[in-house]
Each structure stands twice: as C-alpha cells, then as structure tokens.
C-alpha cells in the first residue's frame, strides 16, 4: 500500500499563501488613485473576507467550498491587477499621470504580478496543497522541479511548497522565462506567458520614465 502524505509528512502550511494574497491586497490599497479600479480599501477588504472564508473551510474540510473560494478570491486579485496595468498604460501614452505616480505605481504591479501568479501555481499544481497533502511524495505536476529527479529516500517524501512556487514565479517575471523548474503542462506555459508579458511591459514603463526623467 502505498504510503500517505499524513504518514510521509505534515500537510502543507499555508500560511506563506495566504501572507502572499494579503500582500497582493496591501499593494493595491498603496496603488495612487489613478491607477485602482476602484477605492484604495475595496480589493484588500475583498481579500480579507475571502481569504478568512478560505482557512475557516480549510480547518473544517470542506475541500470543495475552499477550492471554489479560492478560485474566486484569486480571480478577483487577478482581474484587479489587469485592470490597474490598463490604467497604467493609459496614463503612460496619454501622459496624464507624474513620472513618480507611474513608477510607484508600475513598481507595484510588478510585485504584485509575482505574488498573484506564485499563488496560481501553488493552487493549480497537481491538483493544489489539498491533493498534494494526500500524497507521499511529489512525483508528476506541472513543473518539474529539481527535487523530483533525484533518487534518495528524503527526495522521494519531498513536495512543494508555496516558496517553491514563489522561486518560480520570481524568475518568470525578472528573467522572463522558468530557469531551475521545467513547464510540462500547457495550462503552466499559457500562464507563464501572461505572466511574463504583465512583467515585460511594466518593466518597460519603468524604464521609459526613467529615462524621460532623466
């Protein structure tokens, strides 16, 4: 019989997930004006409930109601953040923002952009933390991470975790392209391609002030 994840290890802590998500909300209620869809508070309140109703079905597992929350909680960040990079290209080409509101508001975006995307993987692959503590060891997903190559007895109990989808999608948005972790699935590479052009084209406004305020 094949070994159990709550045999092999402890379940997964989420708490780096849901310190990420909150993250994502508290850059959006710092965003100017200009560049929020709506009141400075609404997405961070928004994040707040949703993540709350996400531990609470987690300690009571109810695994359908937190996979179902969780798609909507991060769905919502997502949609907040394209909609803040339309605002931000908005302001660049029609020049009705400061040099200083675009890069703190593109600076932000960016991290942004790292955190929300480092939170799909971490949900998306191999069924998200919920399969994933089910099992002894991490073996087929959607990224193949180093770990998973090697033979030894502690690297078959190993599984990832949200740093490890963090890493990922650090190097995504700096280097514009996985660099350790290997894509297998389609669905990882379409994401990783919006990720990916989110990052190119705030780092291109980034750079495009600068060097007009220089």
Not at 39 to 60: D, E, G, S
Not at 96 to 112: D, E, K
Request: charged fraction near 15%.
């Amino acid at each position: 019989m094949p070994e159990s994840r709550t045999e092999a290890a402890r379940p997964e802590p989420r708490w780096p997930a849901v310190l990420a998500i909150l993250a994502v909300g508290g850059l959006n209620a710092v965003l100017p004006d200009e560049l929020s869809p709506g009141p400075y508070w609404l997405l961070f309140a928004v994040v707040f409930v949703l993540v709350t109703l996400t531990v609470v079905t987690h300690r009571i597992g109810s695994i359908r109601w937190n996979h179902i929350l969780s798609y909507v909680l991060l769905s919502a960040v997502t949609a907040s953040l394209i909609a803040s990079l339309v605002l931000l290209i908005r302001g660049l080409l029609s020049k009705s923002q400061s040099p200083q509101v675009l890069l703190r508001g593109a600076s932000a975006l960016w991290v942004s952009n790292v955190l929300v995307f480092a939170s799909w993987y971490w949900r998306l692959d191999a069924g998200g933390p919920n399969q994933r503590d089910q099992r002894a060891q991490h073996t087929e997903g959607a990224f193949l991470f180093p770990q998973m190559l090697l033979s030894d007895k502690q690297s078959k109990r190993w599984v990832p975790g949200f740093i490890d989808y963090l890493f990922l999608a650090f190097n995504t948005s700096t280097a514009f392209s996985p660099t350790a972790v290997p894509v297998l699935s389609r669905w990882a590479k379409l994401m990783m391609i919006v990720q990916a052009s989110i990052s190119l084209m705030t780092v291109a406004l980034i750079a495009a002030r600068a060097v007009n305020i220089l």
